[in-house]
C-alpha cells in the first residue's frame, strides 16, 4: 500500500488576520463569522470542523499562485487564532472524509494532468490513480531540472522510499483494485478542460451511461451481450437499450464473461434489443474485414479526461494513425502524453473507440490491452482498405 501526506496550509499565512477589527478584515477582503452549524465551517489550517462558537474567517487564498492558466483562489475558512496545521501520514482527516473534494494534479510547468471529484472515503484510491503509471526516474529529474540523483534524494528524503519503491507500491494496488468490481465512488470527475460537475455532465451525455451506474456496478442497468468469433478470436460485445457498452477481445467466451461480470457485478441480463443485432452485426463486419462503419451508439463511462481522449480518438480517420504525444496537442495537455495512454488502456470499447490508431512518435505500435498482433491486424486491414477505396 503506497503512503501519503495530508498537510493543512499554515497559519503563518493567515496570523496577521487574527488580532483585526472587522474593518481592517474588509480591507483585506476578508470577513468574521462565529460558527453556529456543525459540520459548515472546515478549518483549512487544522483539517477540521470549527466548533459552535468558535470564530472563523472567510478568506480569500491564492490555491495556485504559478503564473498560467490555473492561476486560481477561492475563498476558504480558517480558525482564527489557530496555531498548528495538521499535518499526518497515510491519515484522512474526518473533515475530508466526511466530504466531495476537486483532488487535481499538476506537472512541474504547472498545467494540470488529471483531477477528479470524488467522496473522501476514497482519496487513498484517488491519489494512487493519479501517481499510476509514473515515469522513470531520469524523466522525473527532467522535469525537476535536476540530476537523477539528487532528485532521487531528494525523493528519498521527502517521503522515506525511492521512486522505484514508490512506483512498485502503486502498481501493487492497481493489480488489487483490479479484482474488485467497480471504480471509486463519484466517477463524476473535474478535469482540465472542465470547470464545474455540471459542465462534465453535459458532455458527458455523448457517452451515455451515468458515474453513478458505473459506480453501482451496472445495479438497475437491463444489458444483453454476446460473445461472436471473429478474425482476431473470441469477441464479446455487451450493450443497454442506449448503445454499447462493451468490446472486449479475449481467449474463450468463458473468460470474456467472467471479465464483463467484474465491470458489471450487478447488471440485469435481458433478451437483446432489436437493434442490438445490428450494433453487432456492425461491430463483427468491421473487426472481420474493416468494412462498414462503426457509428454505434456508446454508452460507456469514464473520467473527464478519459472521454476526451475518447472522442479525439473517433476523430482518427481509418487507415492513419496519430501520436500520443499528438492527441495530447489537440486536448491542449501537452505533457499529458501518459495520460492520454492510460486513457488508451481503460478503453472499454474496443474498436469502436479505436484506441488501436494510436501510436508512439518513433512509429512503433505502443501498448495495446488486447494484445499488439490485434493492434497490428486491425491497422493492416484499415490500411489496405483505405488503399481500395
Not at 479525439?312 to 499529458?336: C, D, F, M, Q, V
Not at 488508451?344 to 488486447?370: E, F, K, Q, T
Request: proline share 5%.
Amino acid at each position: 500500500m503506497m503512503s501519503f501526506r495530508i498537510s493543512g496550509l499554515s497559519s503563518r499565512d493567515f496570523a496577521h488576520l487574527y488580532e483585526l477589527d472587522d474593518a481592517a478584515l474588509a480591507a483585506h477582503g476578508a470577513r468574521r463569522n462565529r460558527v453556529d452549524v456543525k459540520p459548515g465551517f472546515p478549518d483549512r489550517v487544522g483539517l477540521r470542523d470549527l466548533e459552535i462558537g468558535e470564530t472563523a474567517l472567510l478568506v480569500n487564498y491564492m490555491h495556485q499562485p504559478a503564473d498560467g492558466p490555473y492561476r486560481a483562489s477561492h475563498a476558504i475558512y480558517v480558525g482564527e487564532g489557530d496555531a498548528a496545521s495538521f499535518a499526518a501520514v497515510d491519515t484522512v482527516p474526518e473533515v475530508l472524509r466526511s466530504r466531495a473534494l476537486s483532488l487535481r494534479a499538476f506537472d512541474t510547468a504547472h498545467l494540470m494532468v488529471d483531477a477528479d471529484l470524488v467522496d473522501g472515503a476514497s482519496v487513498e484510491t484517488l491519489v494512487e490513480r493519479l501517481f499510476a503509471d509514473p515515469p522513470s526516474l531520469a524523466e522525473l529529474a527532467e522535469d525537476s531540472s535536476m540530476s537523477p540523483f539528487h532528485f532521487q534524494r531528494l525523493f528519498k528524503a521527502t517521503f522515506g522510499i525511492s521512486p522505484k519503491q514508490y512506483a512498485i507500491a502503486v502498481q501493487a494496488t492497481r493489480v488489487r483494485a483490479e479484482l474488485v468490481s467497480g471504480p471509486p465512488v463519484m466517477r463524476a470527475v473535474f478535469d482540465a478542460g472542465y470547470a464545474t460537475s455540471s459542465r462534465f455532465y453535459d458532455d458527458a451525455q455523448a457517452f451515455g451511461m451515468s458515474p453513478s451506474e458505473m459506480r453501482a456496478g451496472g445495479a438497475g442497468i437491463a444489458m444483453h451481450a454476446t460473445v461472436l468469433a471473429t478474425a482476431l478470436g473470441a469477441m464479446l460485445v455487451a450493450a443497454t437499450e442506449r448503445g454499447v457498452c462493451a468490446v472486449l477481445f479475449g481467449a474463450d467466451e468463458a473468460a470474456l464473461r467472467d471479465d464483463l461480470a467484474r465491470r458489471f457485478p450487478h447488471a440485469r441480463i435481458i433478451d437483446a434489443p432489436p437493434q442490438f443485432t445490428t450494433w453487432t452485426r456492425a461491430i463483427a463486419a468491421y473487426v472481420d474485414r474493416a468494412q462498414g462503419s462503426l457509428d454505434v451508439p456508446l454508452d460507456v463511462v469514464g473520467t473527464a479526461f478519459q472521454r476526451r481522449v475518447w472522442q479525439a480518438l473517433r476523430t482518427i480517420p481509418p487507415g492513419t494513425t496519430a501520436t500520443y504525444s499528438e492527441i495530447a496537442e489537440r486536448l491542449h495537455a501537452p505533457k499529458s502524453a501518459r495520460a492520454v495512454a492510460r486513457a488508451c488502456a481503460a478503453n472499454p470499447v474496443a474498436v469502436a473507440i479505436p484506441c488501436h490508431r494510436v501510436v508512439r512518435r518513433d512509429g512503433d505500435l505502443g501498448g495495446y490491452r488486447w494484445g499488439l498482433e490485434r493492434k497490428q491486424t486491425l491497422l493492416e486491414k484499415e490500411a489496405d482498405r483505405t488503399r481500395d477505396e
